[in-house]
């Protein structure tokens, strides 16, 4: 007796898509966080982070050089006016250069947190999603798109900050204590940012799960609503 095998793009309560309609709930900007797709989203965050890095590492590193060039030489200040300006010269030489060294590394690892908290959050968005369809049986049509959608919302990002922020503390040996406060501060920072995030993808058009979830159990909306009007 032949066994059936299910098309993984046809659903059994809904209608097929189409193979453009496949691609494009893969990949359709609309779905993703802040509409901006993850191949995408992320260069753009590294952008970011390594610019403010930078920005952050050119203020510090010359601070820190200028102060550490006059403790070096406070026991021989010159005397001369032509001593004062070579002064002068070579504090503004250790200024410049430790600045713009400072600033590569605070690039380098801001970019690298950063990154890891963006591909962490859209690894759990994913992941979660896909815990909901085996969960749920859903194997393609419009629920599975509405689905997708709807898992991006602040919980993946606060599990990221915490994830990102433990990462951290053990990179950093920190103790326990230090630790604890800074996962903490990790899920803060990241609960304010998903937060941030669902109001621009609702503001968007964009469906978040428990906004959806409030407005089918408050305001008397339907399921079979939410997919209809998805397609």
């Given at each position: 007796m032949a066994t059936s095998i299910t098309d993984p793009l046809v659903s059994s309560s809904g209608p097929p898509f189409t193979p453009r309609e496949a691609y494009l709930a893969?990949?359709?900007p609309?779905?993703?966080r802040l509409s901006i797709p993850f191949p995408l989203r992320l260069p753009l965050a590294l952008i970011l982070a390594a610019v403010s890095g930078s920005?952050?590492?050119?203020?510090?590193g010359g601070l820190v050089a200028g102060l550490r060039f006059r403790a070096e030489n406070a026991h021989r200040q010159p005397n001369t006016?032509?001593?004062w300006y070579l002064y002068h010269k070579s504090k503004n030489y250790h200024v410049a250069l430790g600045g713009v060294l400072e600033a590569f590394k605070m690039a380098g690892k801001l970019g690298l947190w950063v990154g890891m908290f963006v591909t962490m959050e859209e690894g759990l968005d994913r992941g979660r999603a896909g815990l909901v369809r085996v969960w749920r049986g859903v194997r393609g049509g419009k629920e599975e798109d509405v689905l997708v959608e709807s898992s991006r919302d602040f919980v993946s990002t606060a599990l990221a900050g915490l994830g990102t922020a433990g990462a951290f503390s053990t990179w950093n040996r920190f103790p326990v204590a230090t630790a604890v406060r800074t996962a903490r501060m990790g899920a803060k920072v990241g609960f304010?940012?998903?937060?941030a995030e669902d109001v621009v993808s609702v503001l968007r058009g964009r469906r978040v799960g428990y906004v959806e979830f409030?407005?089918?159990h408050l305001l008397g909306g339907s399921e079979s609503k939410l997919v209809a009007s998805a397609g």
């Open positions: 893969l990949h359709n609309a779905h993703d920005v952050l590492g050119l203020s510090q006016q032509t001593g304010g940012f998903g937060i409030v407005k089918r």
